[in-house]
DNA sequence: GTTAGGG
DNA sequence: CCCTAAC
């Protein structure tokens, strides 16, 4: 065995200049083999290219405790490829100045050039040796540091960087942004949702030079009020700070490693497993390479993963800024239109660089349904359920341009036509889930923009709470209404064993406008399957199930499914097993005992009825067997 | 693919 | 609701 050492570098929460607000951070996981006798030049030089990566204009690394011969050689090495990078550079460098002004000051400095209207500060990216975990990230970014603390949940979905897979020249990097968090719990009555994600980038493979496609980063909860996007077009180079429109804010949610924060953020294992790593979650983003350049050696091969989501919800309905209340559903549904304005040209900027200021984001649809029987507290608890479903699997921007969506992520802004003056004003930018790509029927895709949007539903019965995947129909309280189940025929209570033949209509549960869990995720990349979203058997549903096993008996839950529950698409026969299991605990135990929505004690009579029933067969069958 | 049962 | 042995 190769013996691992693994050294840790990292720079953390450095201010952007332009952007006050923004912070980022990151941090560098360099695993080494002990065998080389290189490996802290290696790691310092992996250390220093993806140092690069994070950098932008006028900002330096200054690397930790190196040695003289090895910033040399670092620095040469550096200075060689991007040289060699500007001469095979085939990337329309009209900016030339960008490279001609670029100094090495200190060690490594990428694009000194200040093309911003006030010169941005340098900015020291300071190593740090201790990771030890989030909270460091969250609390060190200079003046920032008030904020961050306040952030709430952007700490739990701060995101890290690693550098892994290294071995000697050649070898793979990759860069994986994951999400360190405990669970979630509300620290109060959920008002304000809002995450964040550590550096957005799309890291230029190896390069030296920085490609930030894209930045995100939310502002403090209560301070931004606004959405703001700046973004240059900077060579291909592009940058944007994005700070989401502060809907609402109060409390907010904190990490915890406690949880009591309702049904569906229990202790539960499966849940914490998929929180904890966030490899295996929804942290894992696509890979992106969009160097144009050439790399060379061990750089050749990196290979970047990361992103940023960031947003921010409301579930204050009468606040948010496009409101729709149905009265006869209690349907409420929270829209975010988007719009951006005109472009402010930056004082300072050239012709090529293109400012975009977003008022808003639309958020993929919330369509919330729920009984006016039901609390506050599962209301909100629901529209979290479908918040995290959606964080589940990410989110990720779409551009919108003219109401079509802009799906060529390769394609200049110029290409595209949003660098054109005056012409922003049919650019929108939405948030969608990243992995679930529902496509909205026609009828819902208002305006061509909620063409990617997802609904979540809440079964006014049970106020469970689910994806829509639109394929499925147009999805409205009013639509929903239909299909429920019809509405039984009043059975005596008195016991109906399961040979009965009672000539009642069985009713059928029918669900398939209820909702699908969103399990589109992409073929084969999916490494962690969701949890599906918890539905609690309605009382109609329990009905369909007692009458069904009634008469068919338990053991036979396949024909159970068939018969009751055909058109639910989402009720499994183990989920019927299963509610069929639960239902006799529950008869059993104390109405006090019991949760959830109550069931009427007649069903769990004949629950209970049923088992006993079952039970006696049972066992005279055990009976004949042992006696003979 | 179903059933049964533990987690 | 998940997992999986057993069929």
Redesign the pocket.
Known sequence: MVSQTRLEYGFIGYQVPVFPRASRSARVRVPIRKKSGNNEKHAFEILVSVAGDFLQEGETFVPPNCKKDQQNACKNRVLKEQEDEIQSSKCNLSDKETYNEKTLSGYHQIRTVNKFSHAPDQFNLKPYSSLKGFDKLANVSGRNANHSSELGISSLISGEFSVGQFEDAGAELSIIQTVKSETLQPTGSLDALEMDCKPPHYFCSGSKTSLFKDWTTLGPSRRSDTIETVSRDDNGNYMADQRIKNLSSSRRWRVSPNLNGGASFRNDG?RRKIFHDGRTSYSRQRSKRISPLKTRDFFNQCRFYGSDRGFQLDDRFNSAADKRVDDDNYCAAIRVASSVASPHPHPGSRDCNVKLRIKSFKVPELLVEIPTTATVGSLKRSVMEAVTTVLGDGLHVGILLQGKKVRDDSKTLIQTGISRDGKHRNLGFMLEPRHAQIKLPRCLGEQGITSHATSFTLDPRTS?ISLDPPVVGCINGAQRDHHLVPSLPNISASTTLPNSQSGVSVPAISGEALAVVPIHHRAGRREF?Q?????P?SVSEVEALVQAVEKLG??????V?LRAFDNAK??T???L???W??LVHTARISPQQRRGEPVPQELLDRVLAVHAYRSQQQAKQQQLKSGV
């Open positions: 499966k469970s399957v949890r599906r979203i918890r539905r058997f338990t053991g036979r839950w396949r024909d499914k989402h009720r026969y183990v989920d097993k299963d509610k299991k639960t």
